[in-house]
């Protein structure tokens, strides 16, 4: 069966150091993967999305970046933290069709910038 | 762009109450619509997903229905229970895309 996992779970990190979250799939290969963040009481927002190695789709401009150097692996990072990067970070997987291609989360990291 | 609603925010009612919850998208061309329950500081849990030629899908109390000419879902709980209170959030794929567009969700309450 197919797993996702990402860690940390929580992270609490100064404003201005780097960031380096990461998500892997297992049991399932070339997924399509996405990277959501929550913010407190608001609804998710799409960052980045990957549909194969080495490309990705960016959708919020700001000072994050993602990368997925192997095929179930997907990595979000920053050089240097704002305060407006706290927020609840979901990664995400679908396969197949997108007919019939449900979106899986993983658990999700709490980032908390200070 | 597609942009995705959901009313009510929030729902507060009595265990054993059937409920509906509301979700709206302003572009009816998609793939699929997929509802999700999400617990606090929890990720989204899959309930269900209506591909685009259904009308609606099934699972135990749950019972989604898609009109995608008019831009809606619904998602029916029968019986309520403690237990079904969360956020429970939507989300289309839009066609010719890849991106899951999510709605802010509904936060039900279900009172003992």
């Known amino acids: 069966s197919q797993t996702i996992h990402q860690w940390p779970a929580t992270l609490v990190q100064p404003v201005g150091s780097p960031l380096s979250l990461e998500c892997t799939v297992e049991?399932?290969?070339?997924?399509?993967l996405y990277w959501y963040r929550q913010a407190a009481g608001r609804g998710l927002q799409l960052l980045f999305y990957?549909?194969?190695?080495?490309?990705i789709s960016s959708e919020v401009p700001q000072n994050l970046s993602a990368s997925r150097p192997q095929d179930r692996q997907f990595i979000l990072s920053s050089k240097k933290l704002l305060l407006s990067d706290s927020g609840f970070y979901l990664c995400?997987?679908?396969?197949?069709?997108?007919?019939?291609?449900?979106?899986?989360f993983g658990n999700g990291t709490r980032l908390t910038v200070t | 762009k597609q942009e995705v609603t959901q009313i009510p925010a929030a729902l507060s009612v009595p265990e054993g109450e059937n409920l509906v919850l509301n979700c709206s998208f302003t572009?009816?061309?998609?793939?699929?619509l997929q509802w999700f329950r999400q617990d606090p500081g929890k990720g989204l849990t899959s309930l269900l997903l209506?591909?685009?030629?259904?009308r609606e899908q099934t699972s135990g109390r749950l019972n989604a229905s898609l009109d995608k000419s008019s831009g809606r879902s619904t998602l029916y709980i029968a019986a309520s229970q403690p237990g079904d209170s969360a956020t429970y959030l939507c989300?289309?794929?839009?066609?010719?895309?890849?991106?899951?567009?999510f709605g802010t969700g509904t936060r039900l309450k279900v009172l003992a």
């Open positions: 990957s549909v194969g190695i080495g490309q």
């Open positions: 209506i591909q685009s030629s259904q």
């Open positions: 995400a997987w679908s396969t197949g069709s997108r007919n019939n291609s449900p979106l899986h």
């Open positions: 989300a289309v794929l839009t066609s010719g895309t890849y991106k899951y567009i």
């Open positions: 049991g399932t290969s070339n997924p399509n």
């Open positions: 572009d009816s061309a998609i793939y699929n």
